[in-house]
């Protein structure tokens, strides 16, 4: 069967081990947006640390959870957002303003909302 949005997959796969208390988690398949993805999840300690393993298909990636993840997903189908709507979707997708992130894939890559904002 296809699947229809790895990242999608990838991250439902991270929050159901956090949820089950797992320490560790397989995410496969692999790809570069997963990778930068969690490159950006580690830098805000949601996550720690991961490996890129070869297996001479698709590679998989096993994840070290650290218990820091409350909630991670993507927004289906994908929006375009402009600068000036960037605080309504913060304001209505996260509990406040001090908790929690909005990861955005910009022309720049992806980054978070406040770097976005400064940008």
Request: aromatic content about 8%; some cysteine; hydrophobic content about 40%.
């Amino acid at each position: 069967m296809v699947r229809m949005n790895v990242l999608a997959d990838a991250l439902k796969t991270l929050y159901n081990a956090e949820k089950r208390g797992k320490r560790q988690v397989i995410i496969r398949p692999s790809s570069k947006v997963i990778v930068k993805f969690l490159q950006e999840m580690q830098q805000n300690g949601y996550i720690g640390e991961f490996e890129i393993v070869d297996d001479h298909r698709a590679q998989k990636i096993v994840v070290e959870l650290n218990g820091r993840l409350n909630k991670c997903g993507v927004i289906s189908p994908r929006f375009d957002v402009e600068y000036g709507e960037l605080e309504k979707w913060v304001v209505n997708l996260l509990p406040s303003r001090q908790f929690g992130k909005i990861l955005i894939s910009t022309t720049y890559g992806i980054m978070t909302h406040d770097e976005a904002r400064r940008k």
